[in-house]
C-alpha cells in the first residue's frame, strides 16, 4: 500500500484570533464540560486537514482570489455550523487555516475577513 501525502497544517494569525472568538462563544452559551468538548473536536477537525485537504468543498464567495479557498464544516450544535475556511501550498505542503466562520455571520463578511 502506498503512503498517503501528509502536509502540515498551519493557523494564520487571523484563523487564531478567529478561532479563540468561536472558543469564546463556547464558554459563554454552554457548560465548561461542553465548551471544552467542542473547542477539541473543532481544533482536531482543523488538524485532519494534514491528510486529503482537497477534500474540502471549494468556497464560492472567496471564488476569483489568487488562491483556492476550500472548507470543511463543523457542526457545533443542530443549528450552529463554523466553517473551516483554507487554502493548500501544495509546494510546500501545508495547509493554511484563515478562518473560522460562523456560518450565521453575513457571507459578505467572510470576504473581507480572508483577503
Known amino acids: 500500500m502506498e503512503d498517503q ?6 493557523l494564520t494569525s ?3 484570533i ?13 457548560s465548561l464540560v461542553s465548551a471544552e468538548r467542542k473547542a477539541d473536536a473543532l481544533y482536531s477537525l482543523a488538524l485532519t486537514l494534514n491528510k486529503l485537504p482537497d477534500r474540502g468543498s471549494i468556497e ?10 476550500r472548507f470543511i464544516l463543523f457542526k457545533s450544535t443542530s443549528k ?4 473551516i475556511v483554507y487554502f493548500t501550498d501544495m509546494k510546500d505542503s501545508v495547509v493554511y487555516i484563515t478562518d473560522f466562520f460562523p456560518t450565521s455571520m453575513d457571507v459578505k463578511a467572510l470576504g473581507a475577513r480572508n483577503v
Open 5 to 10: 501525502k501528509t502536509y502540515q497544517v498551519e
Open 14 to 16: 487571523k484563523a487564531k
Open 60 to 69: 464560492p464567495t472567496l471564488q476569483g482570489l489568487k488562491r483556492e479557498y
Open 80 to 83: 450552529a455550523v463554523i466553517k
Open 18 to 30: 478567529y478561532f479563540l472568538e468561536v472558543l469564546e462563544y463556547f464558554y459563554q452559551y454552554g
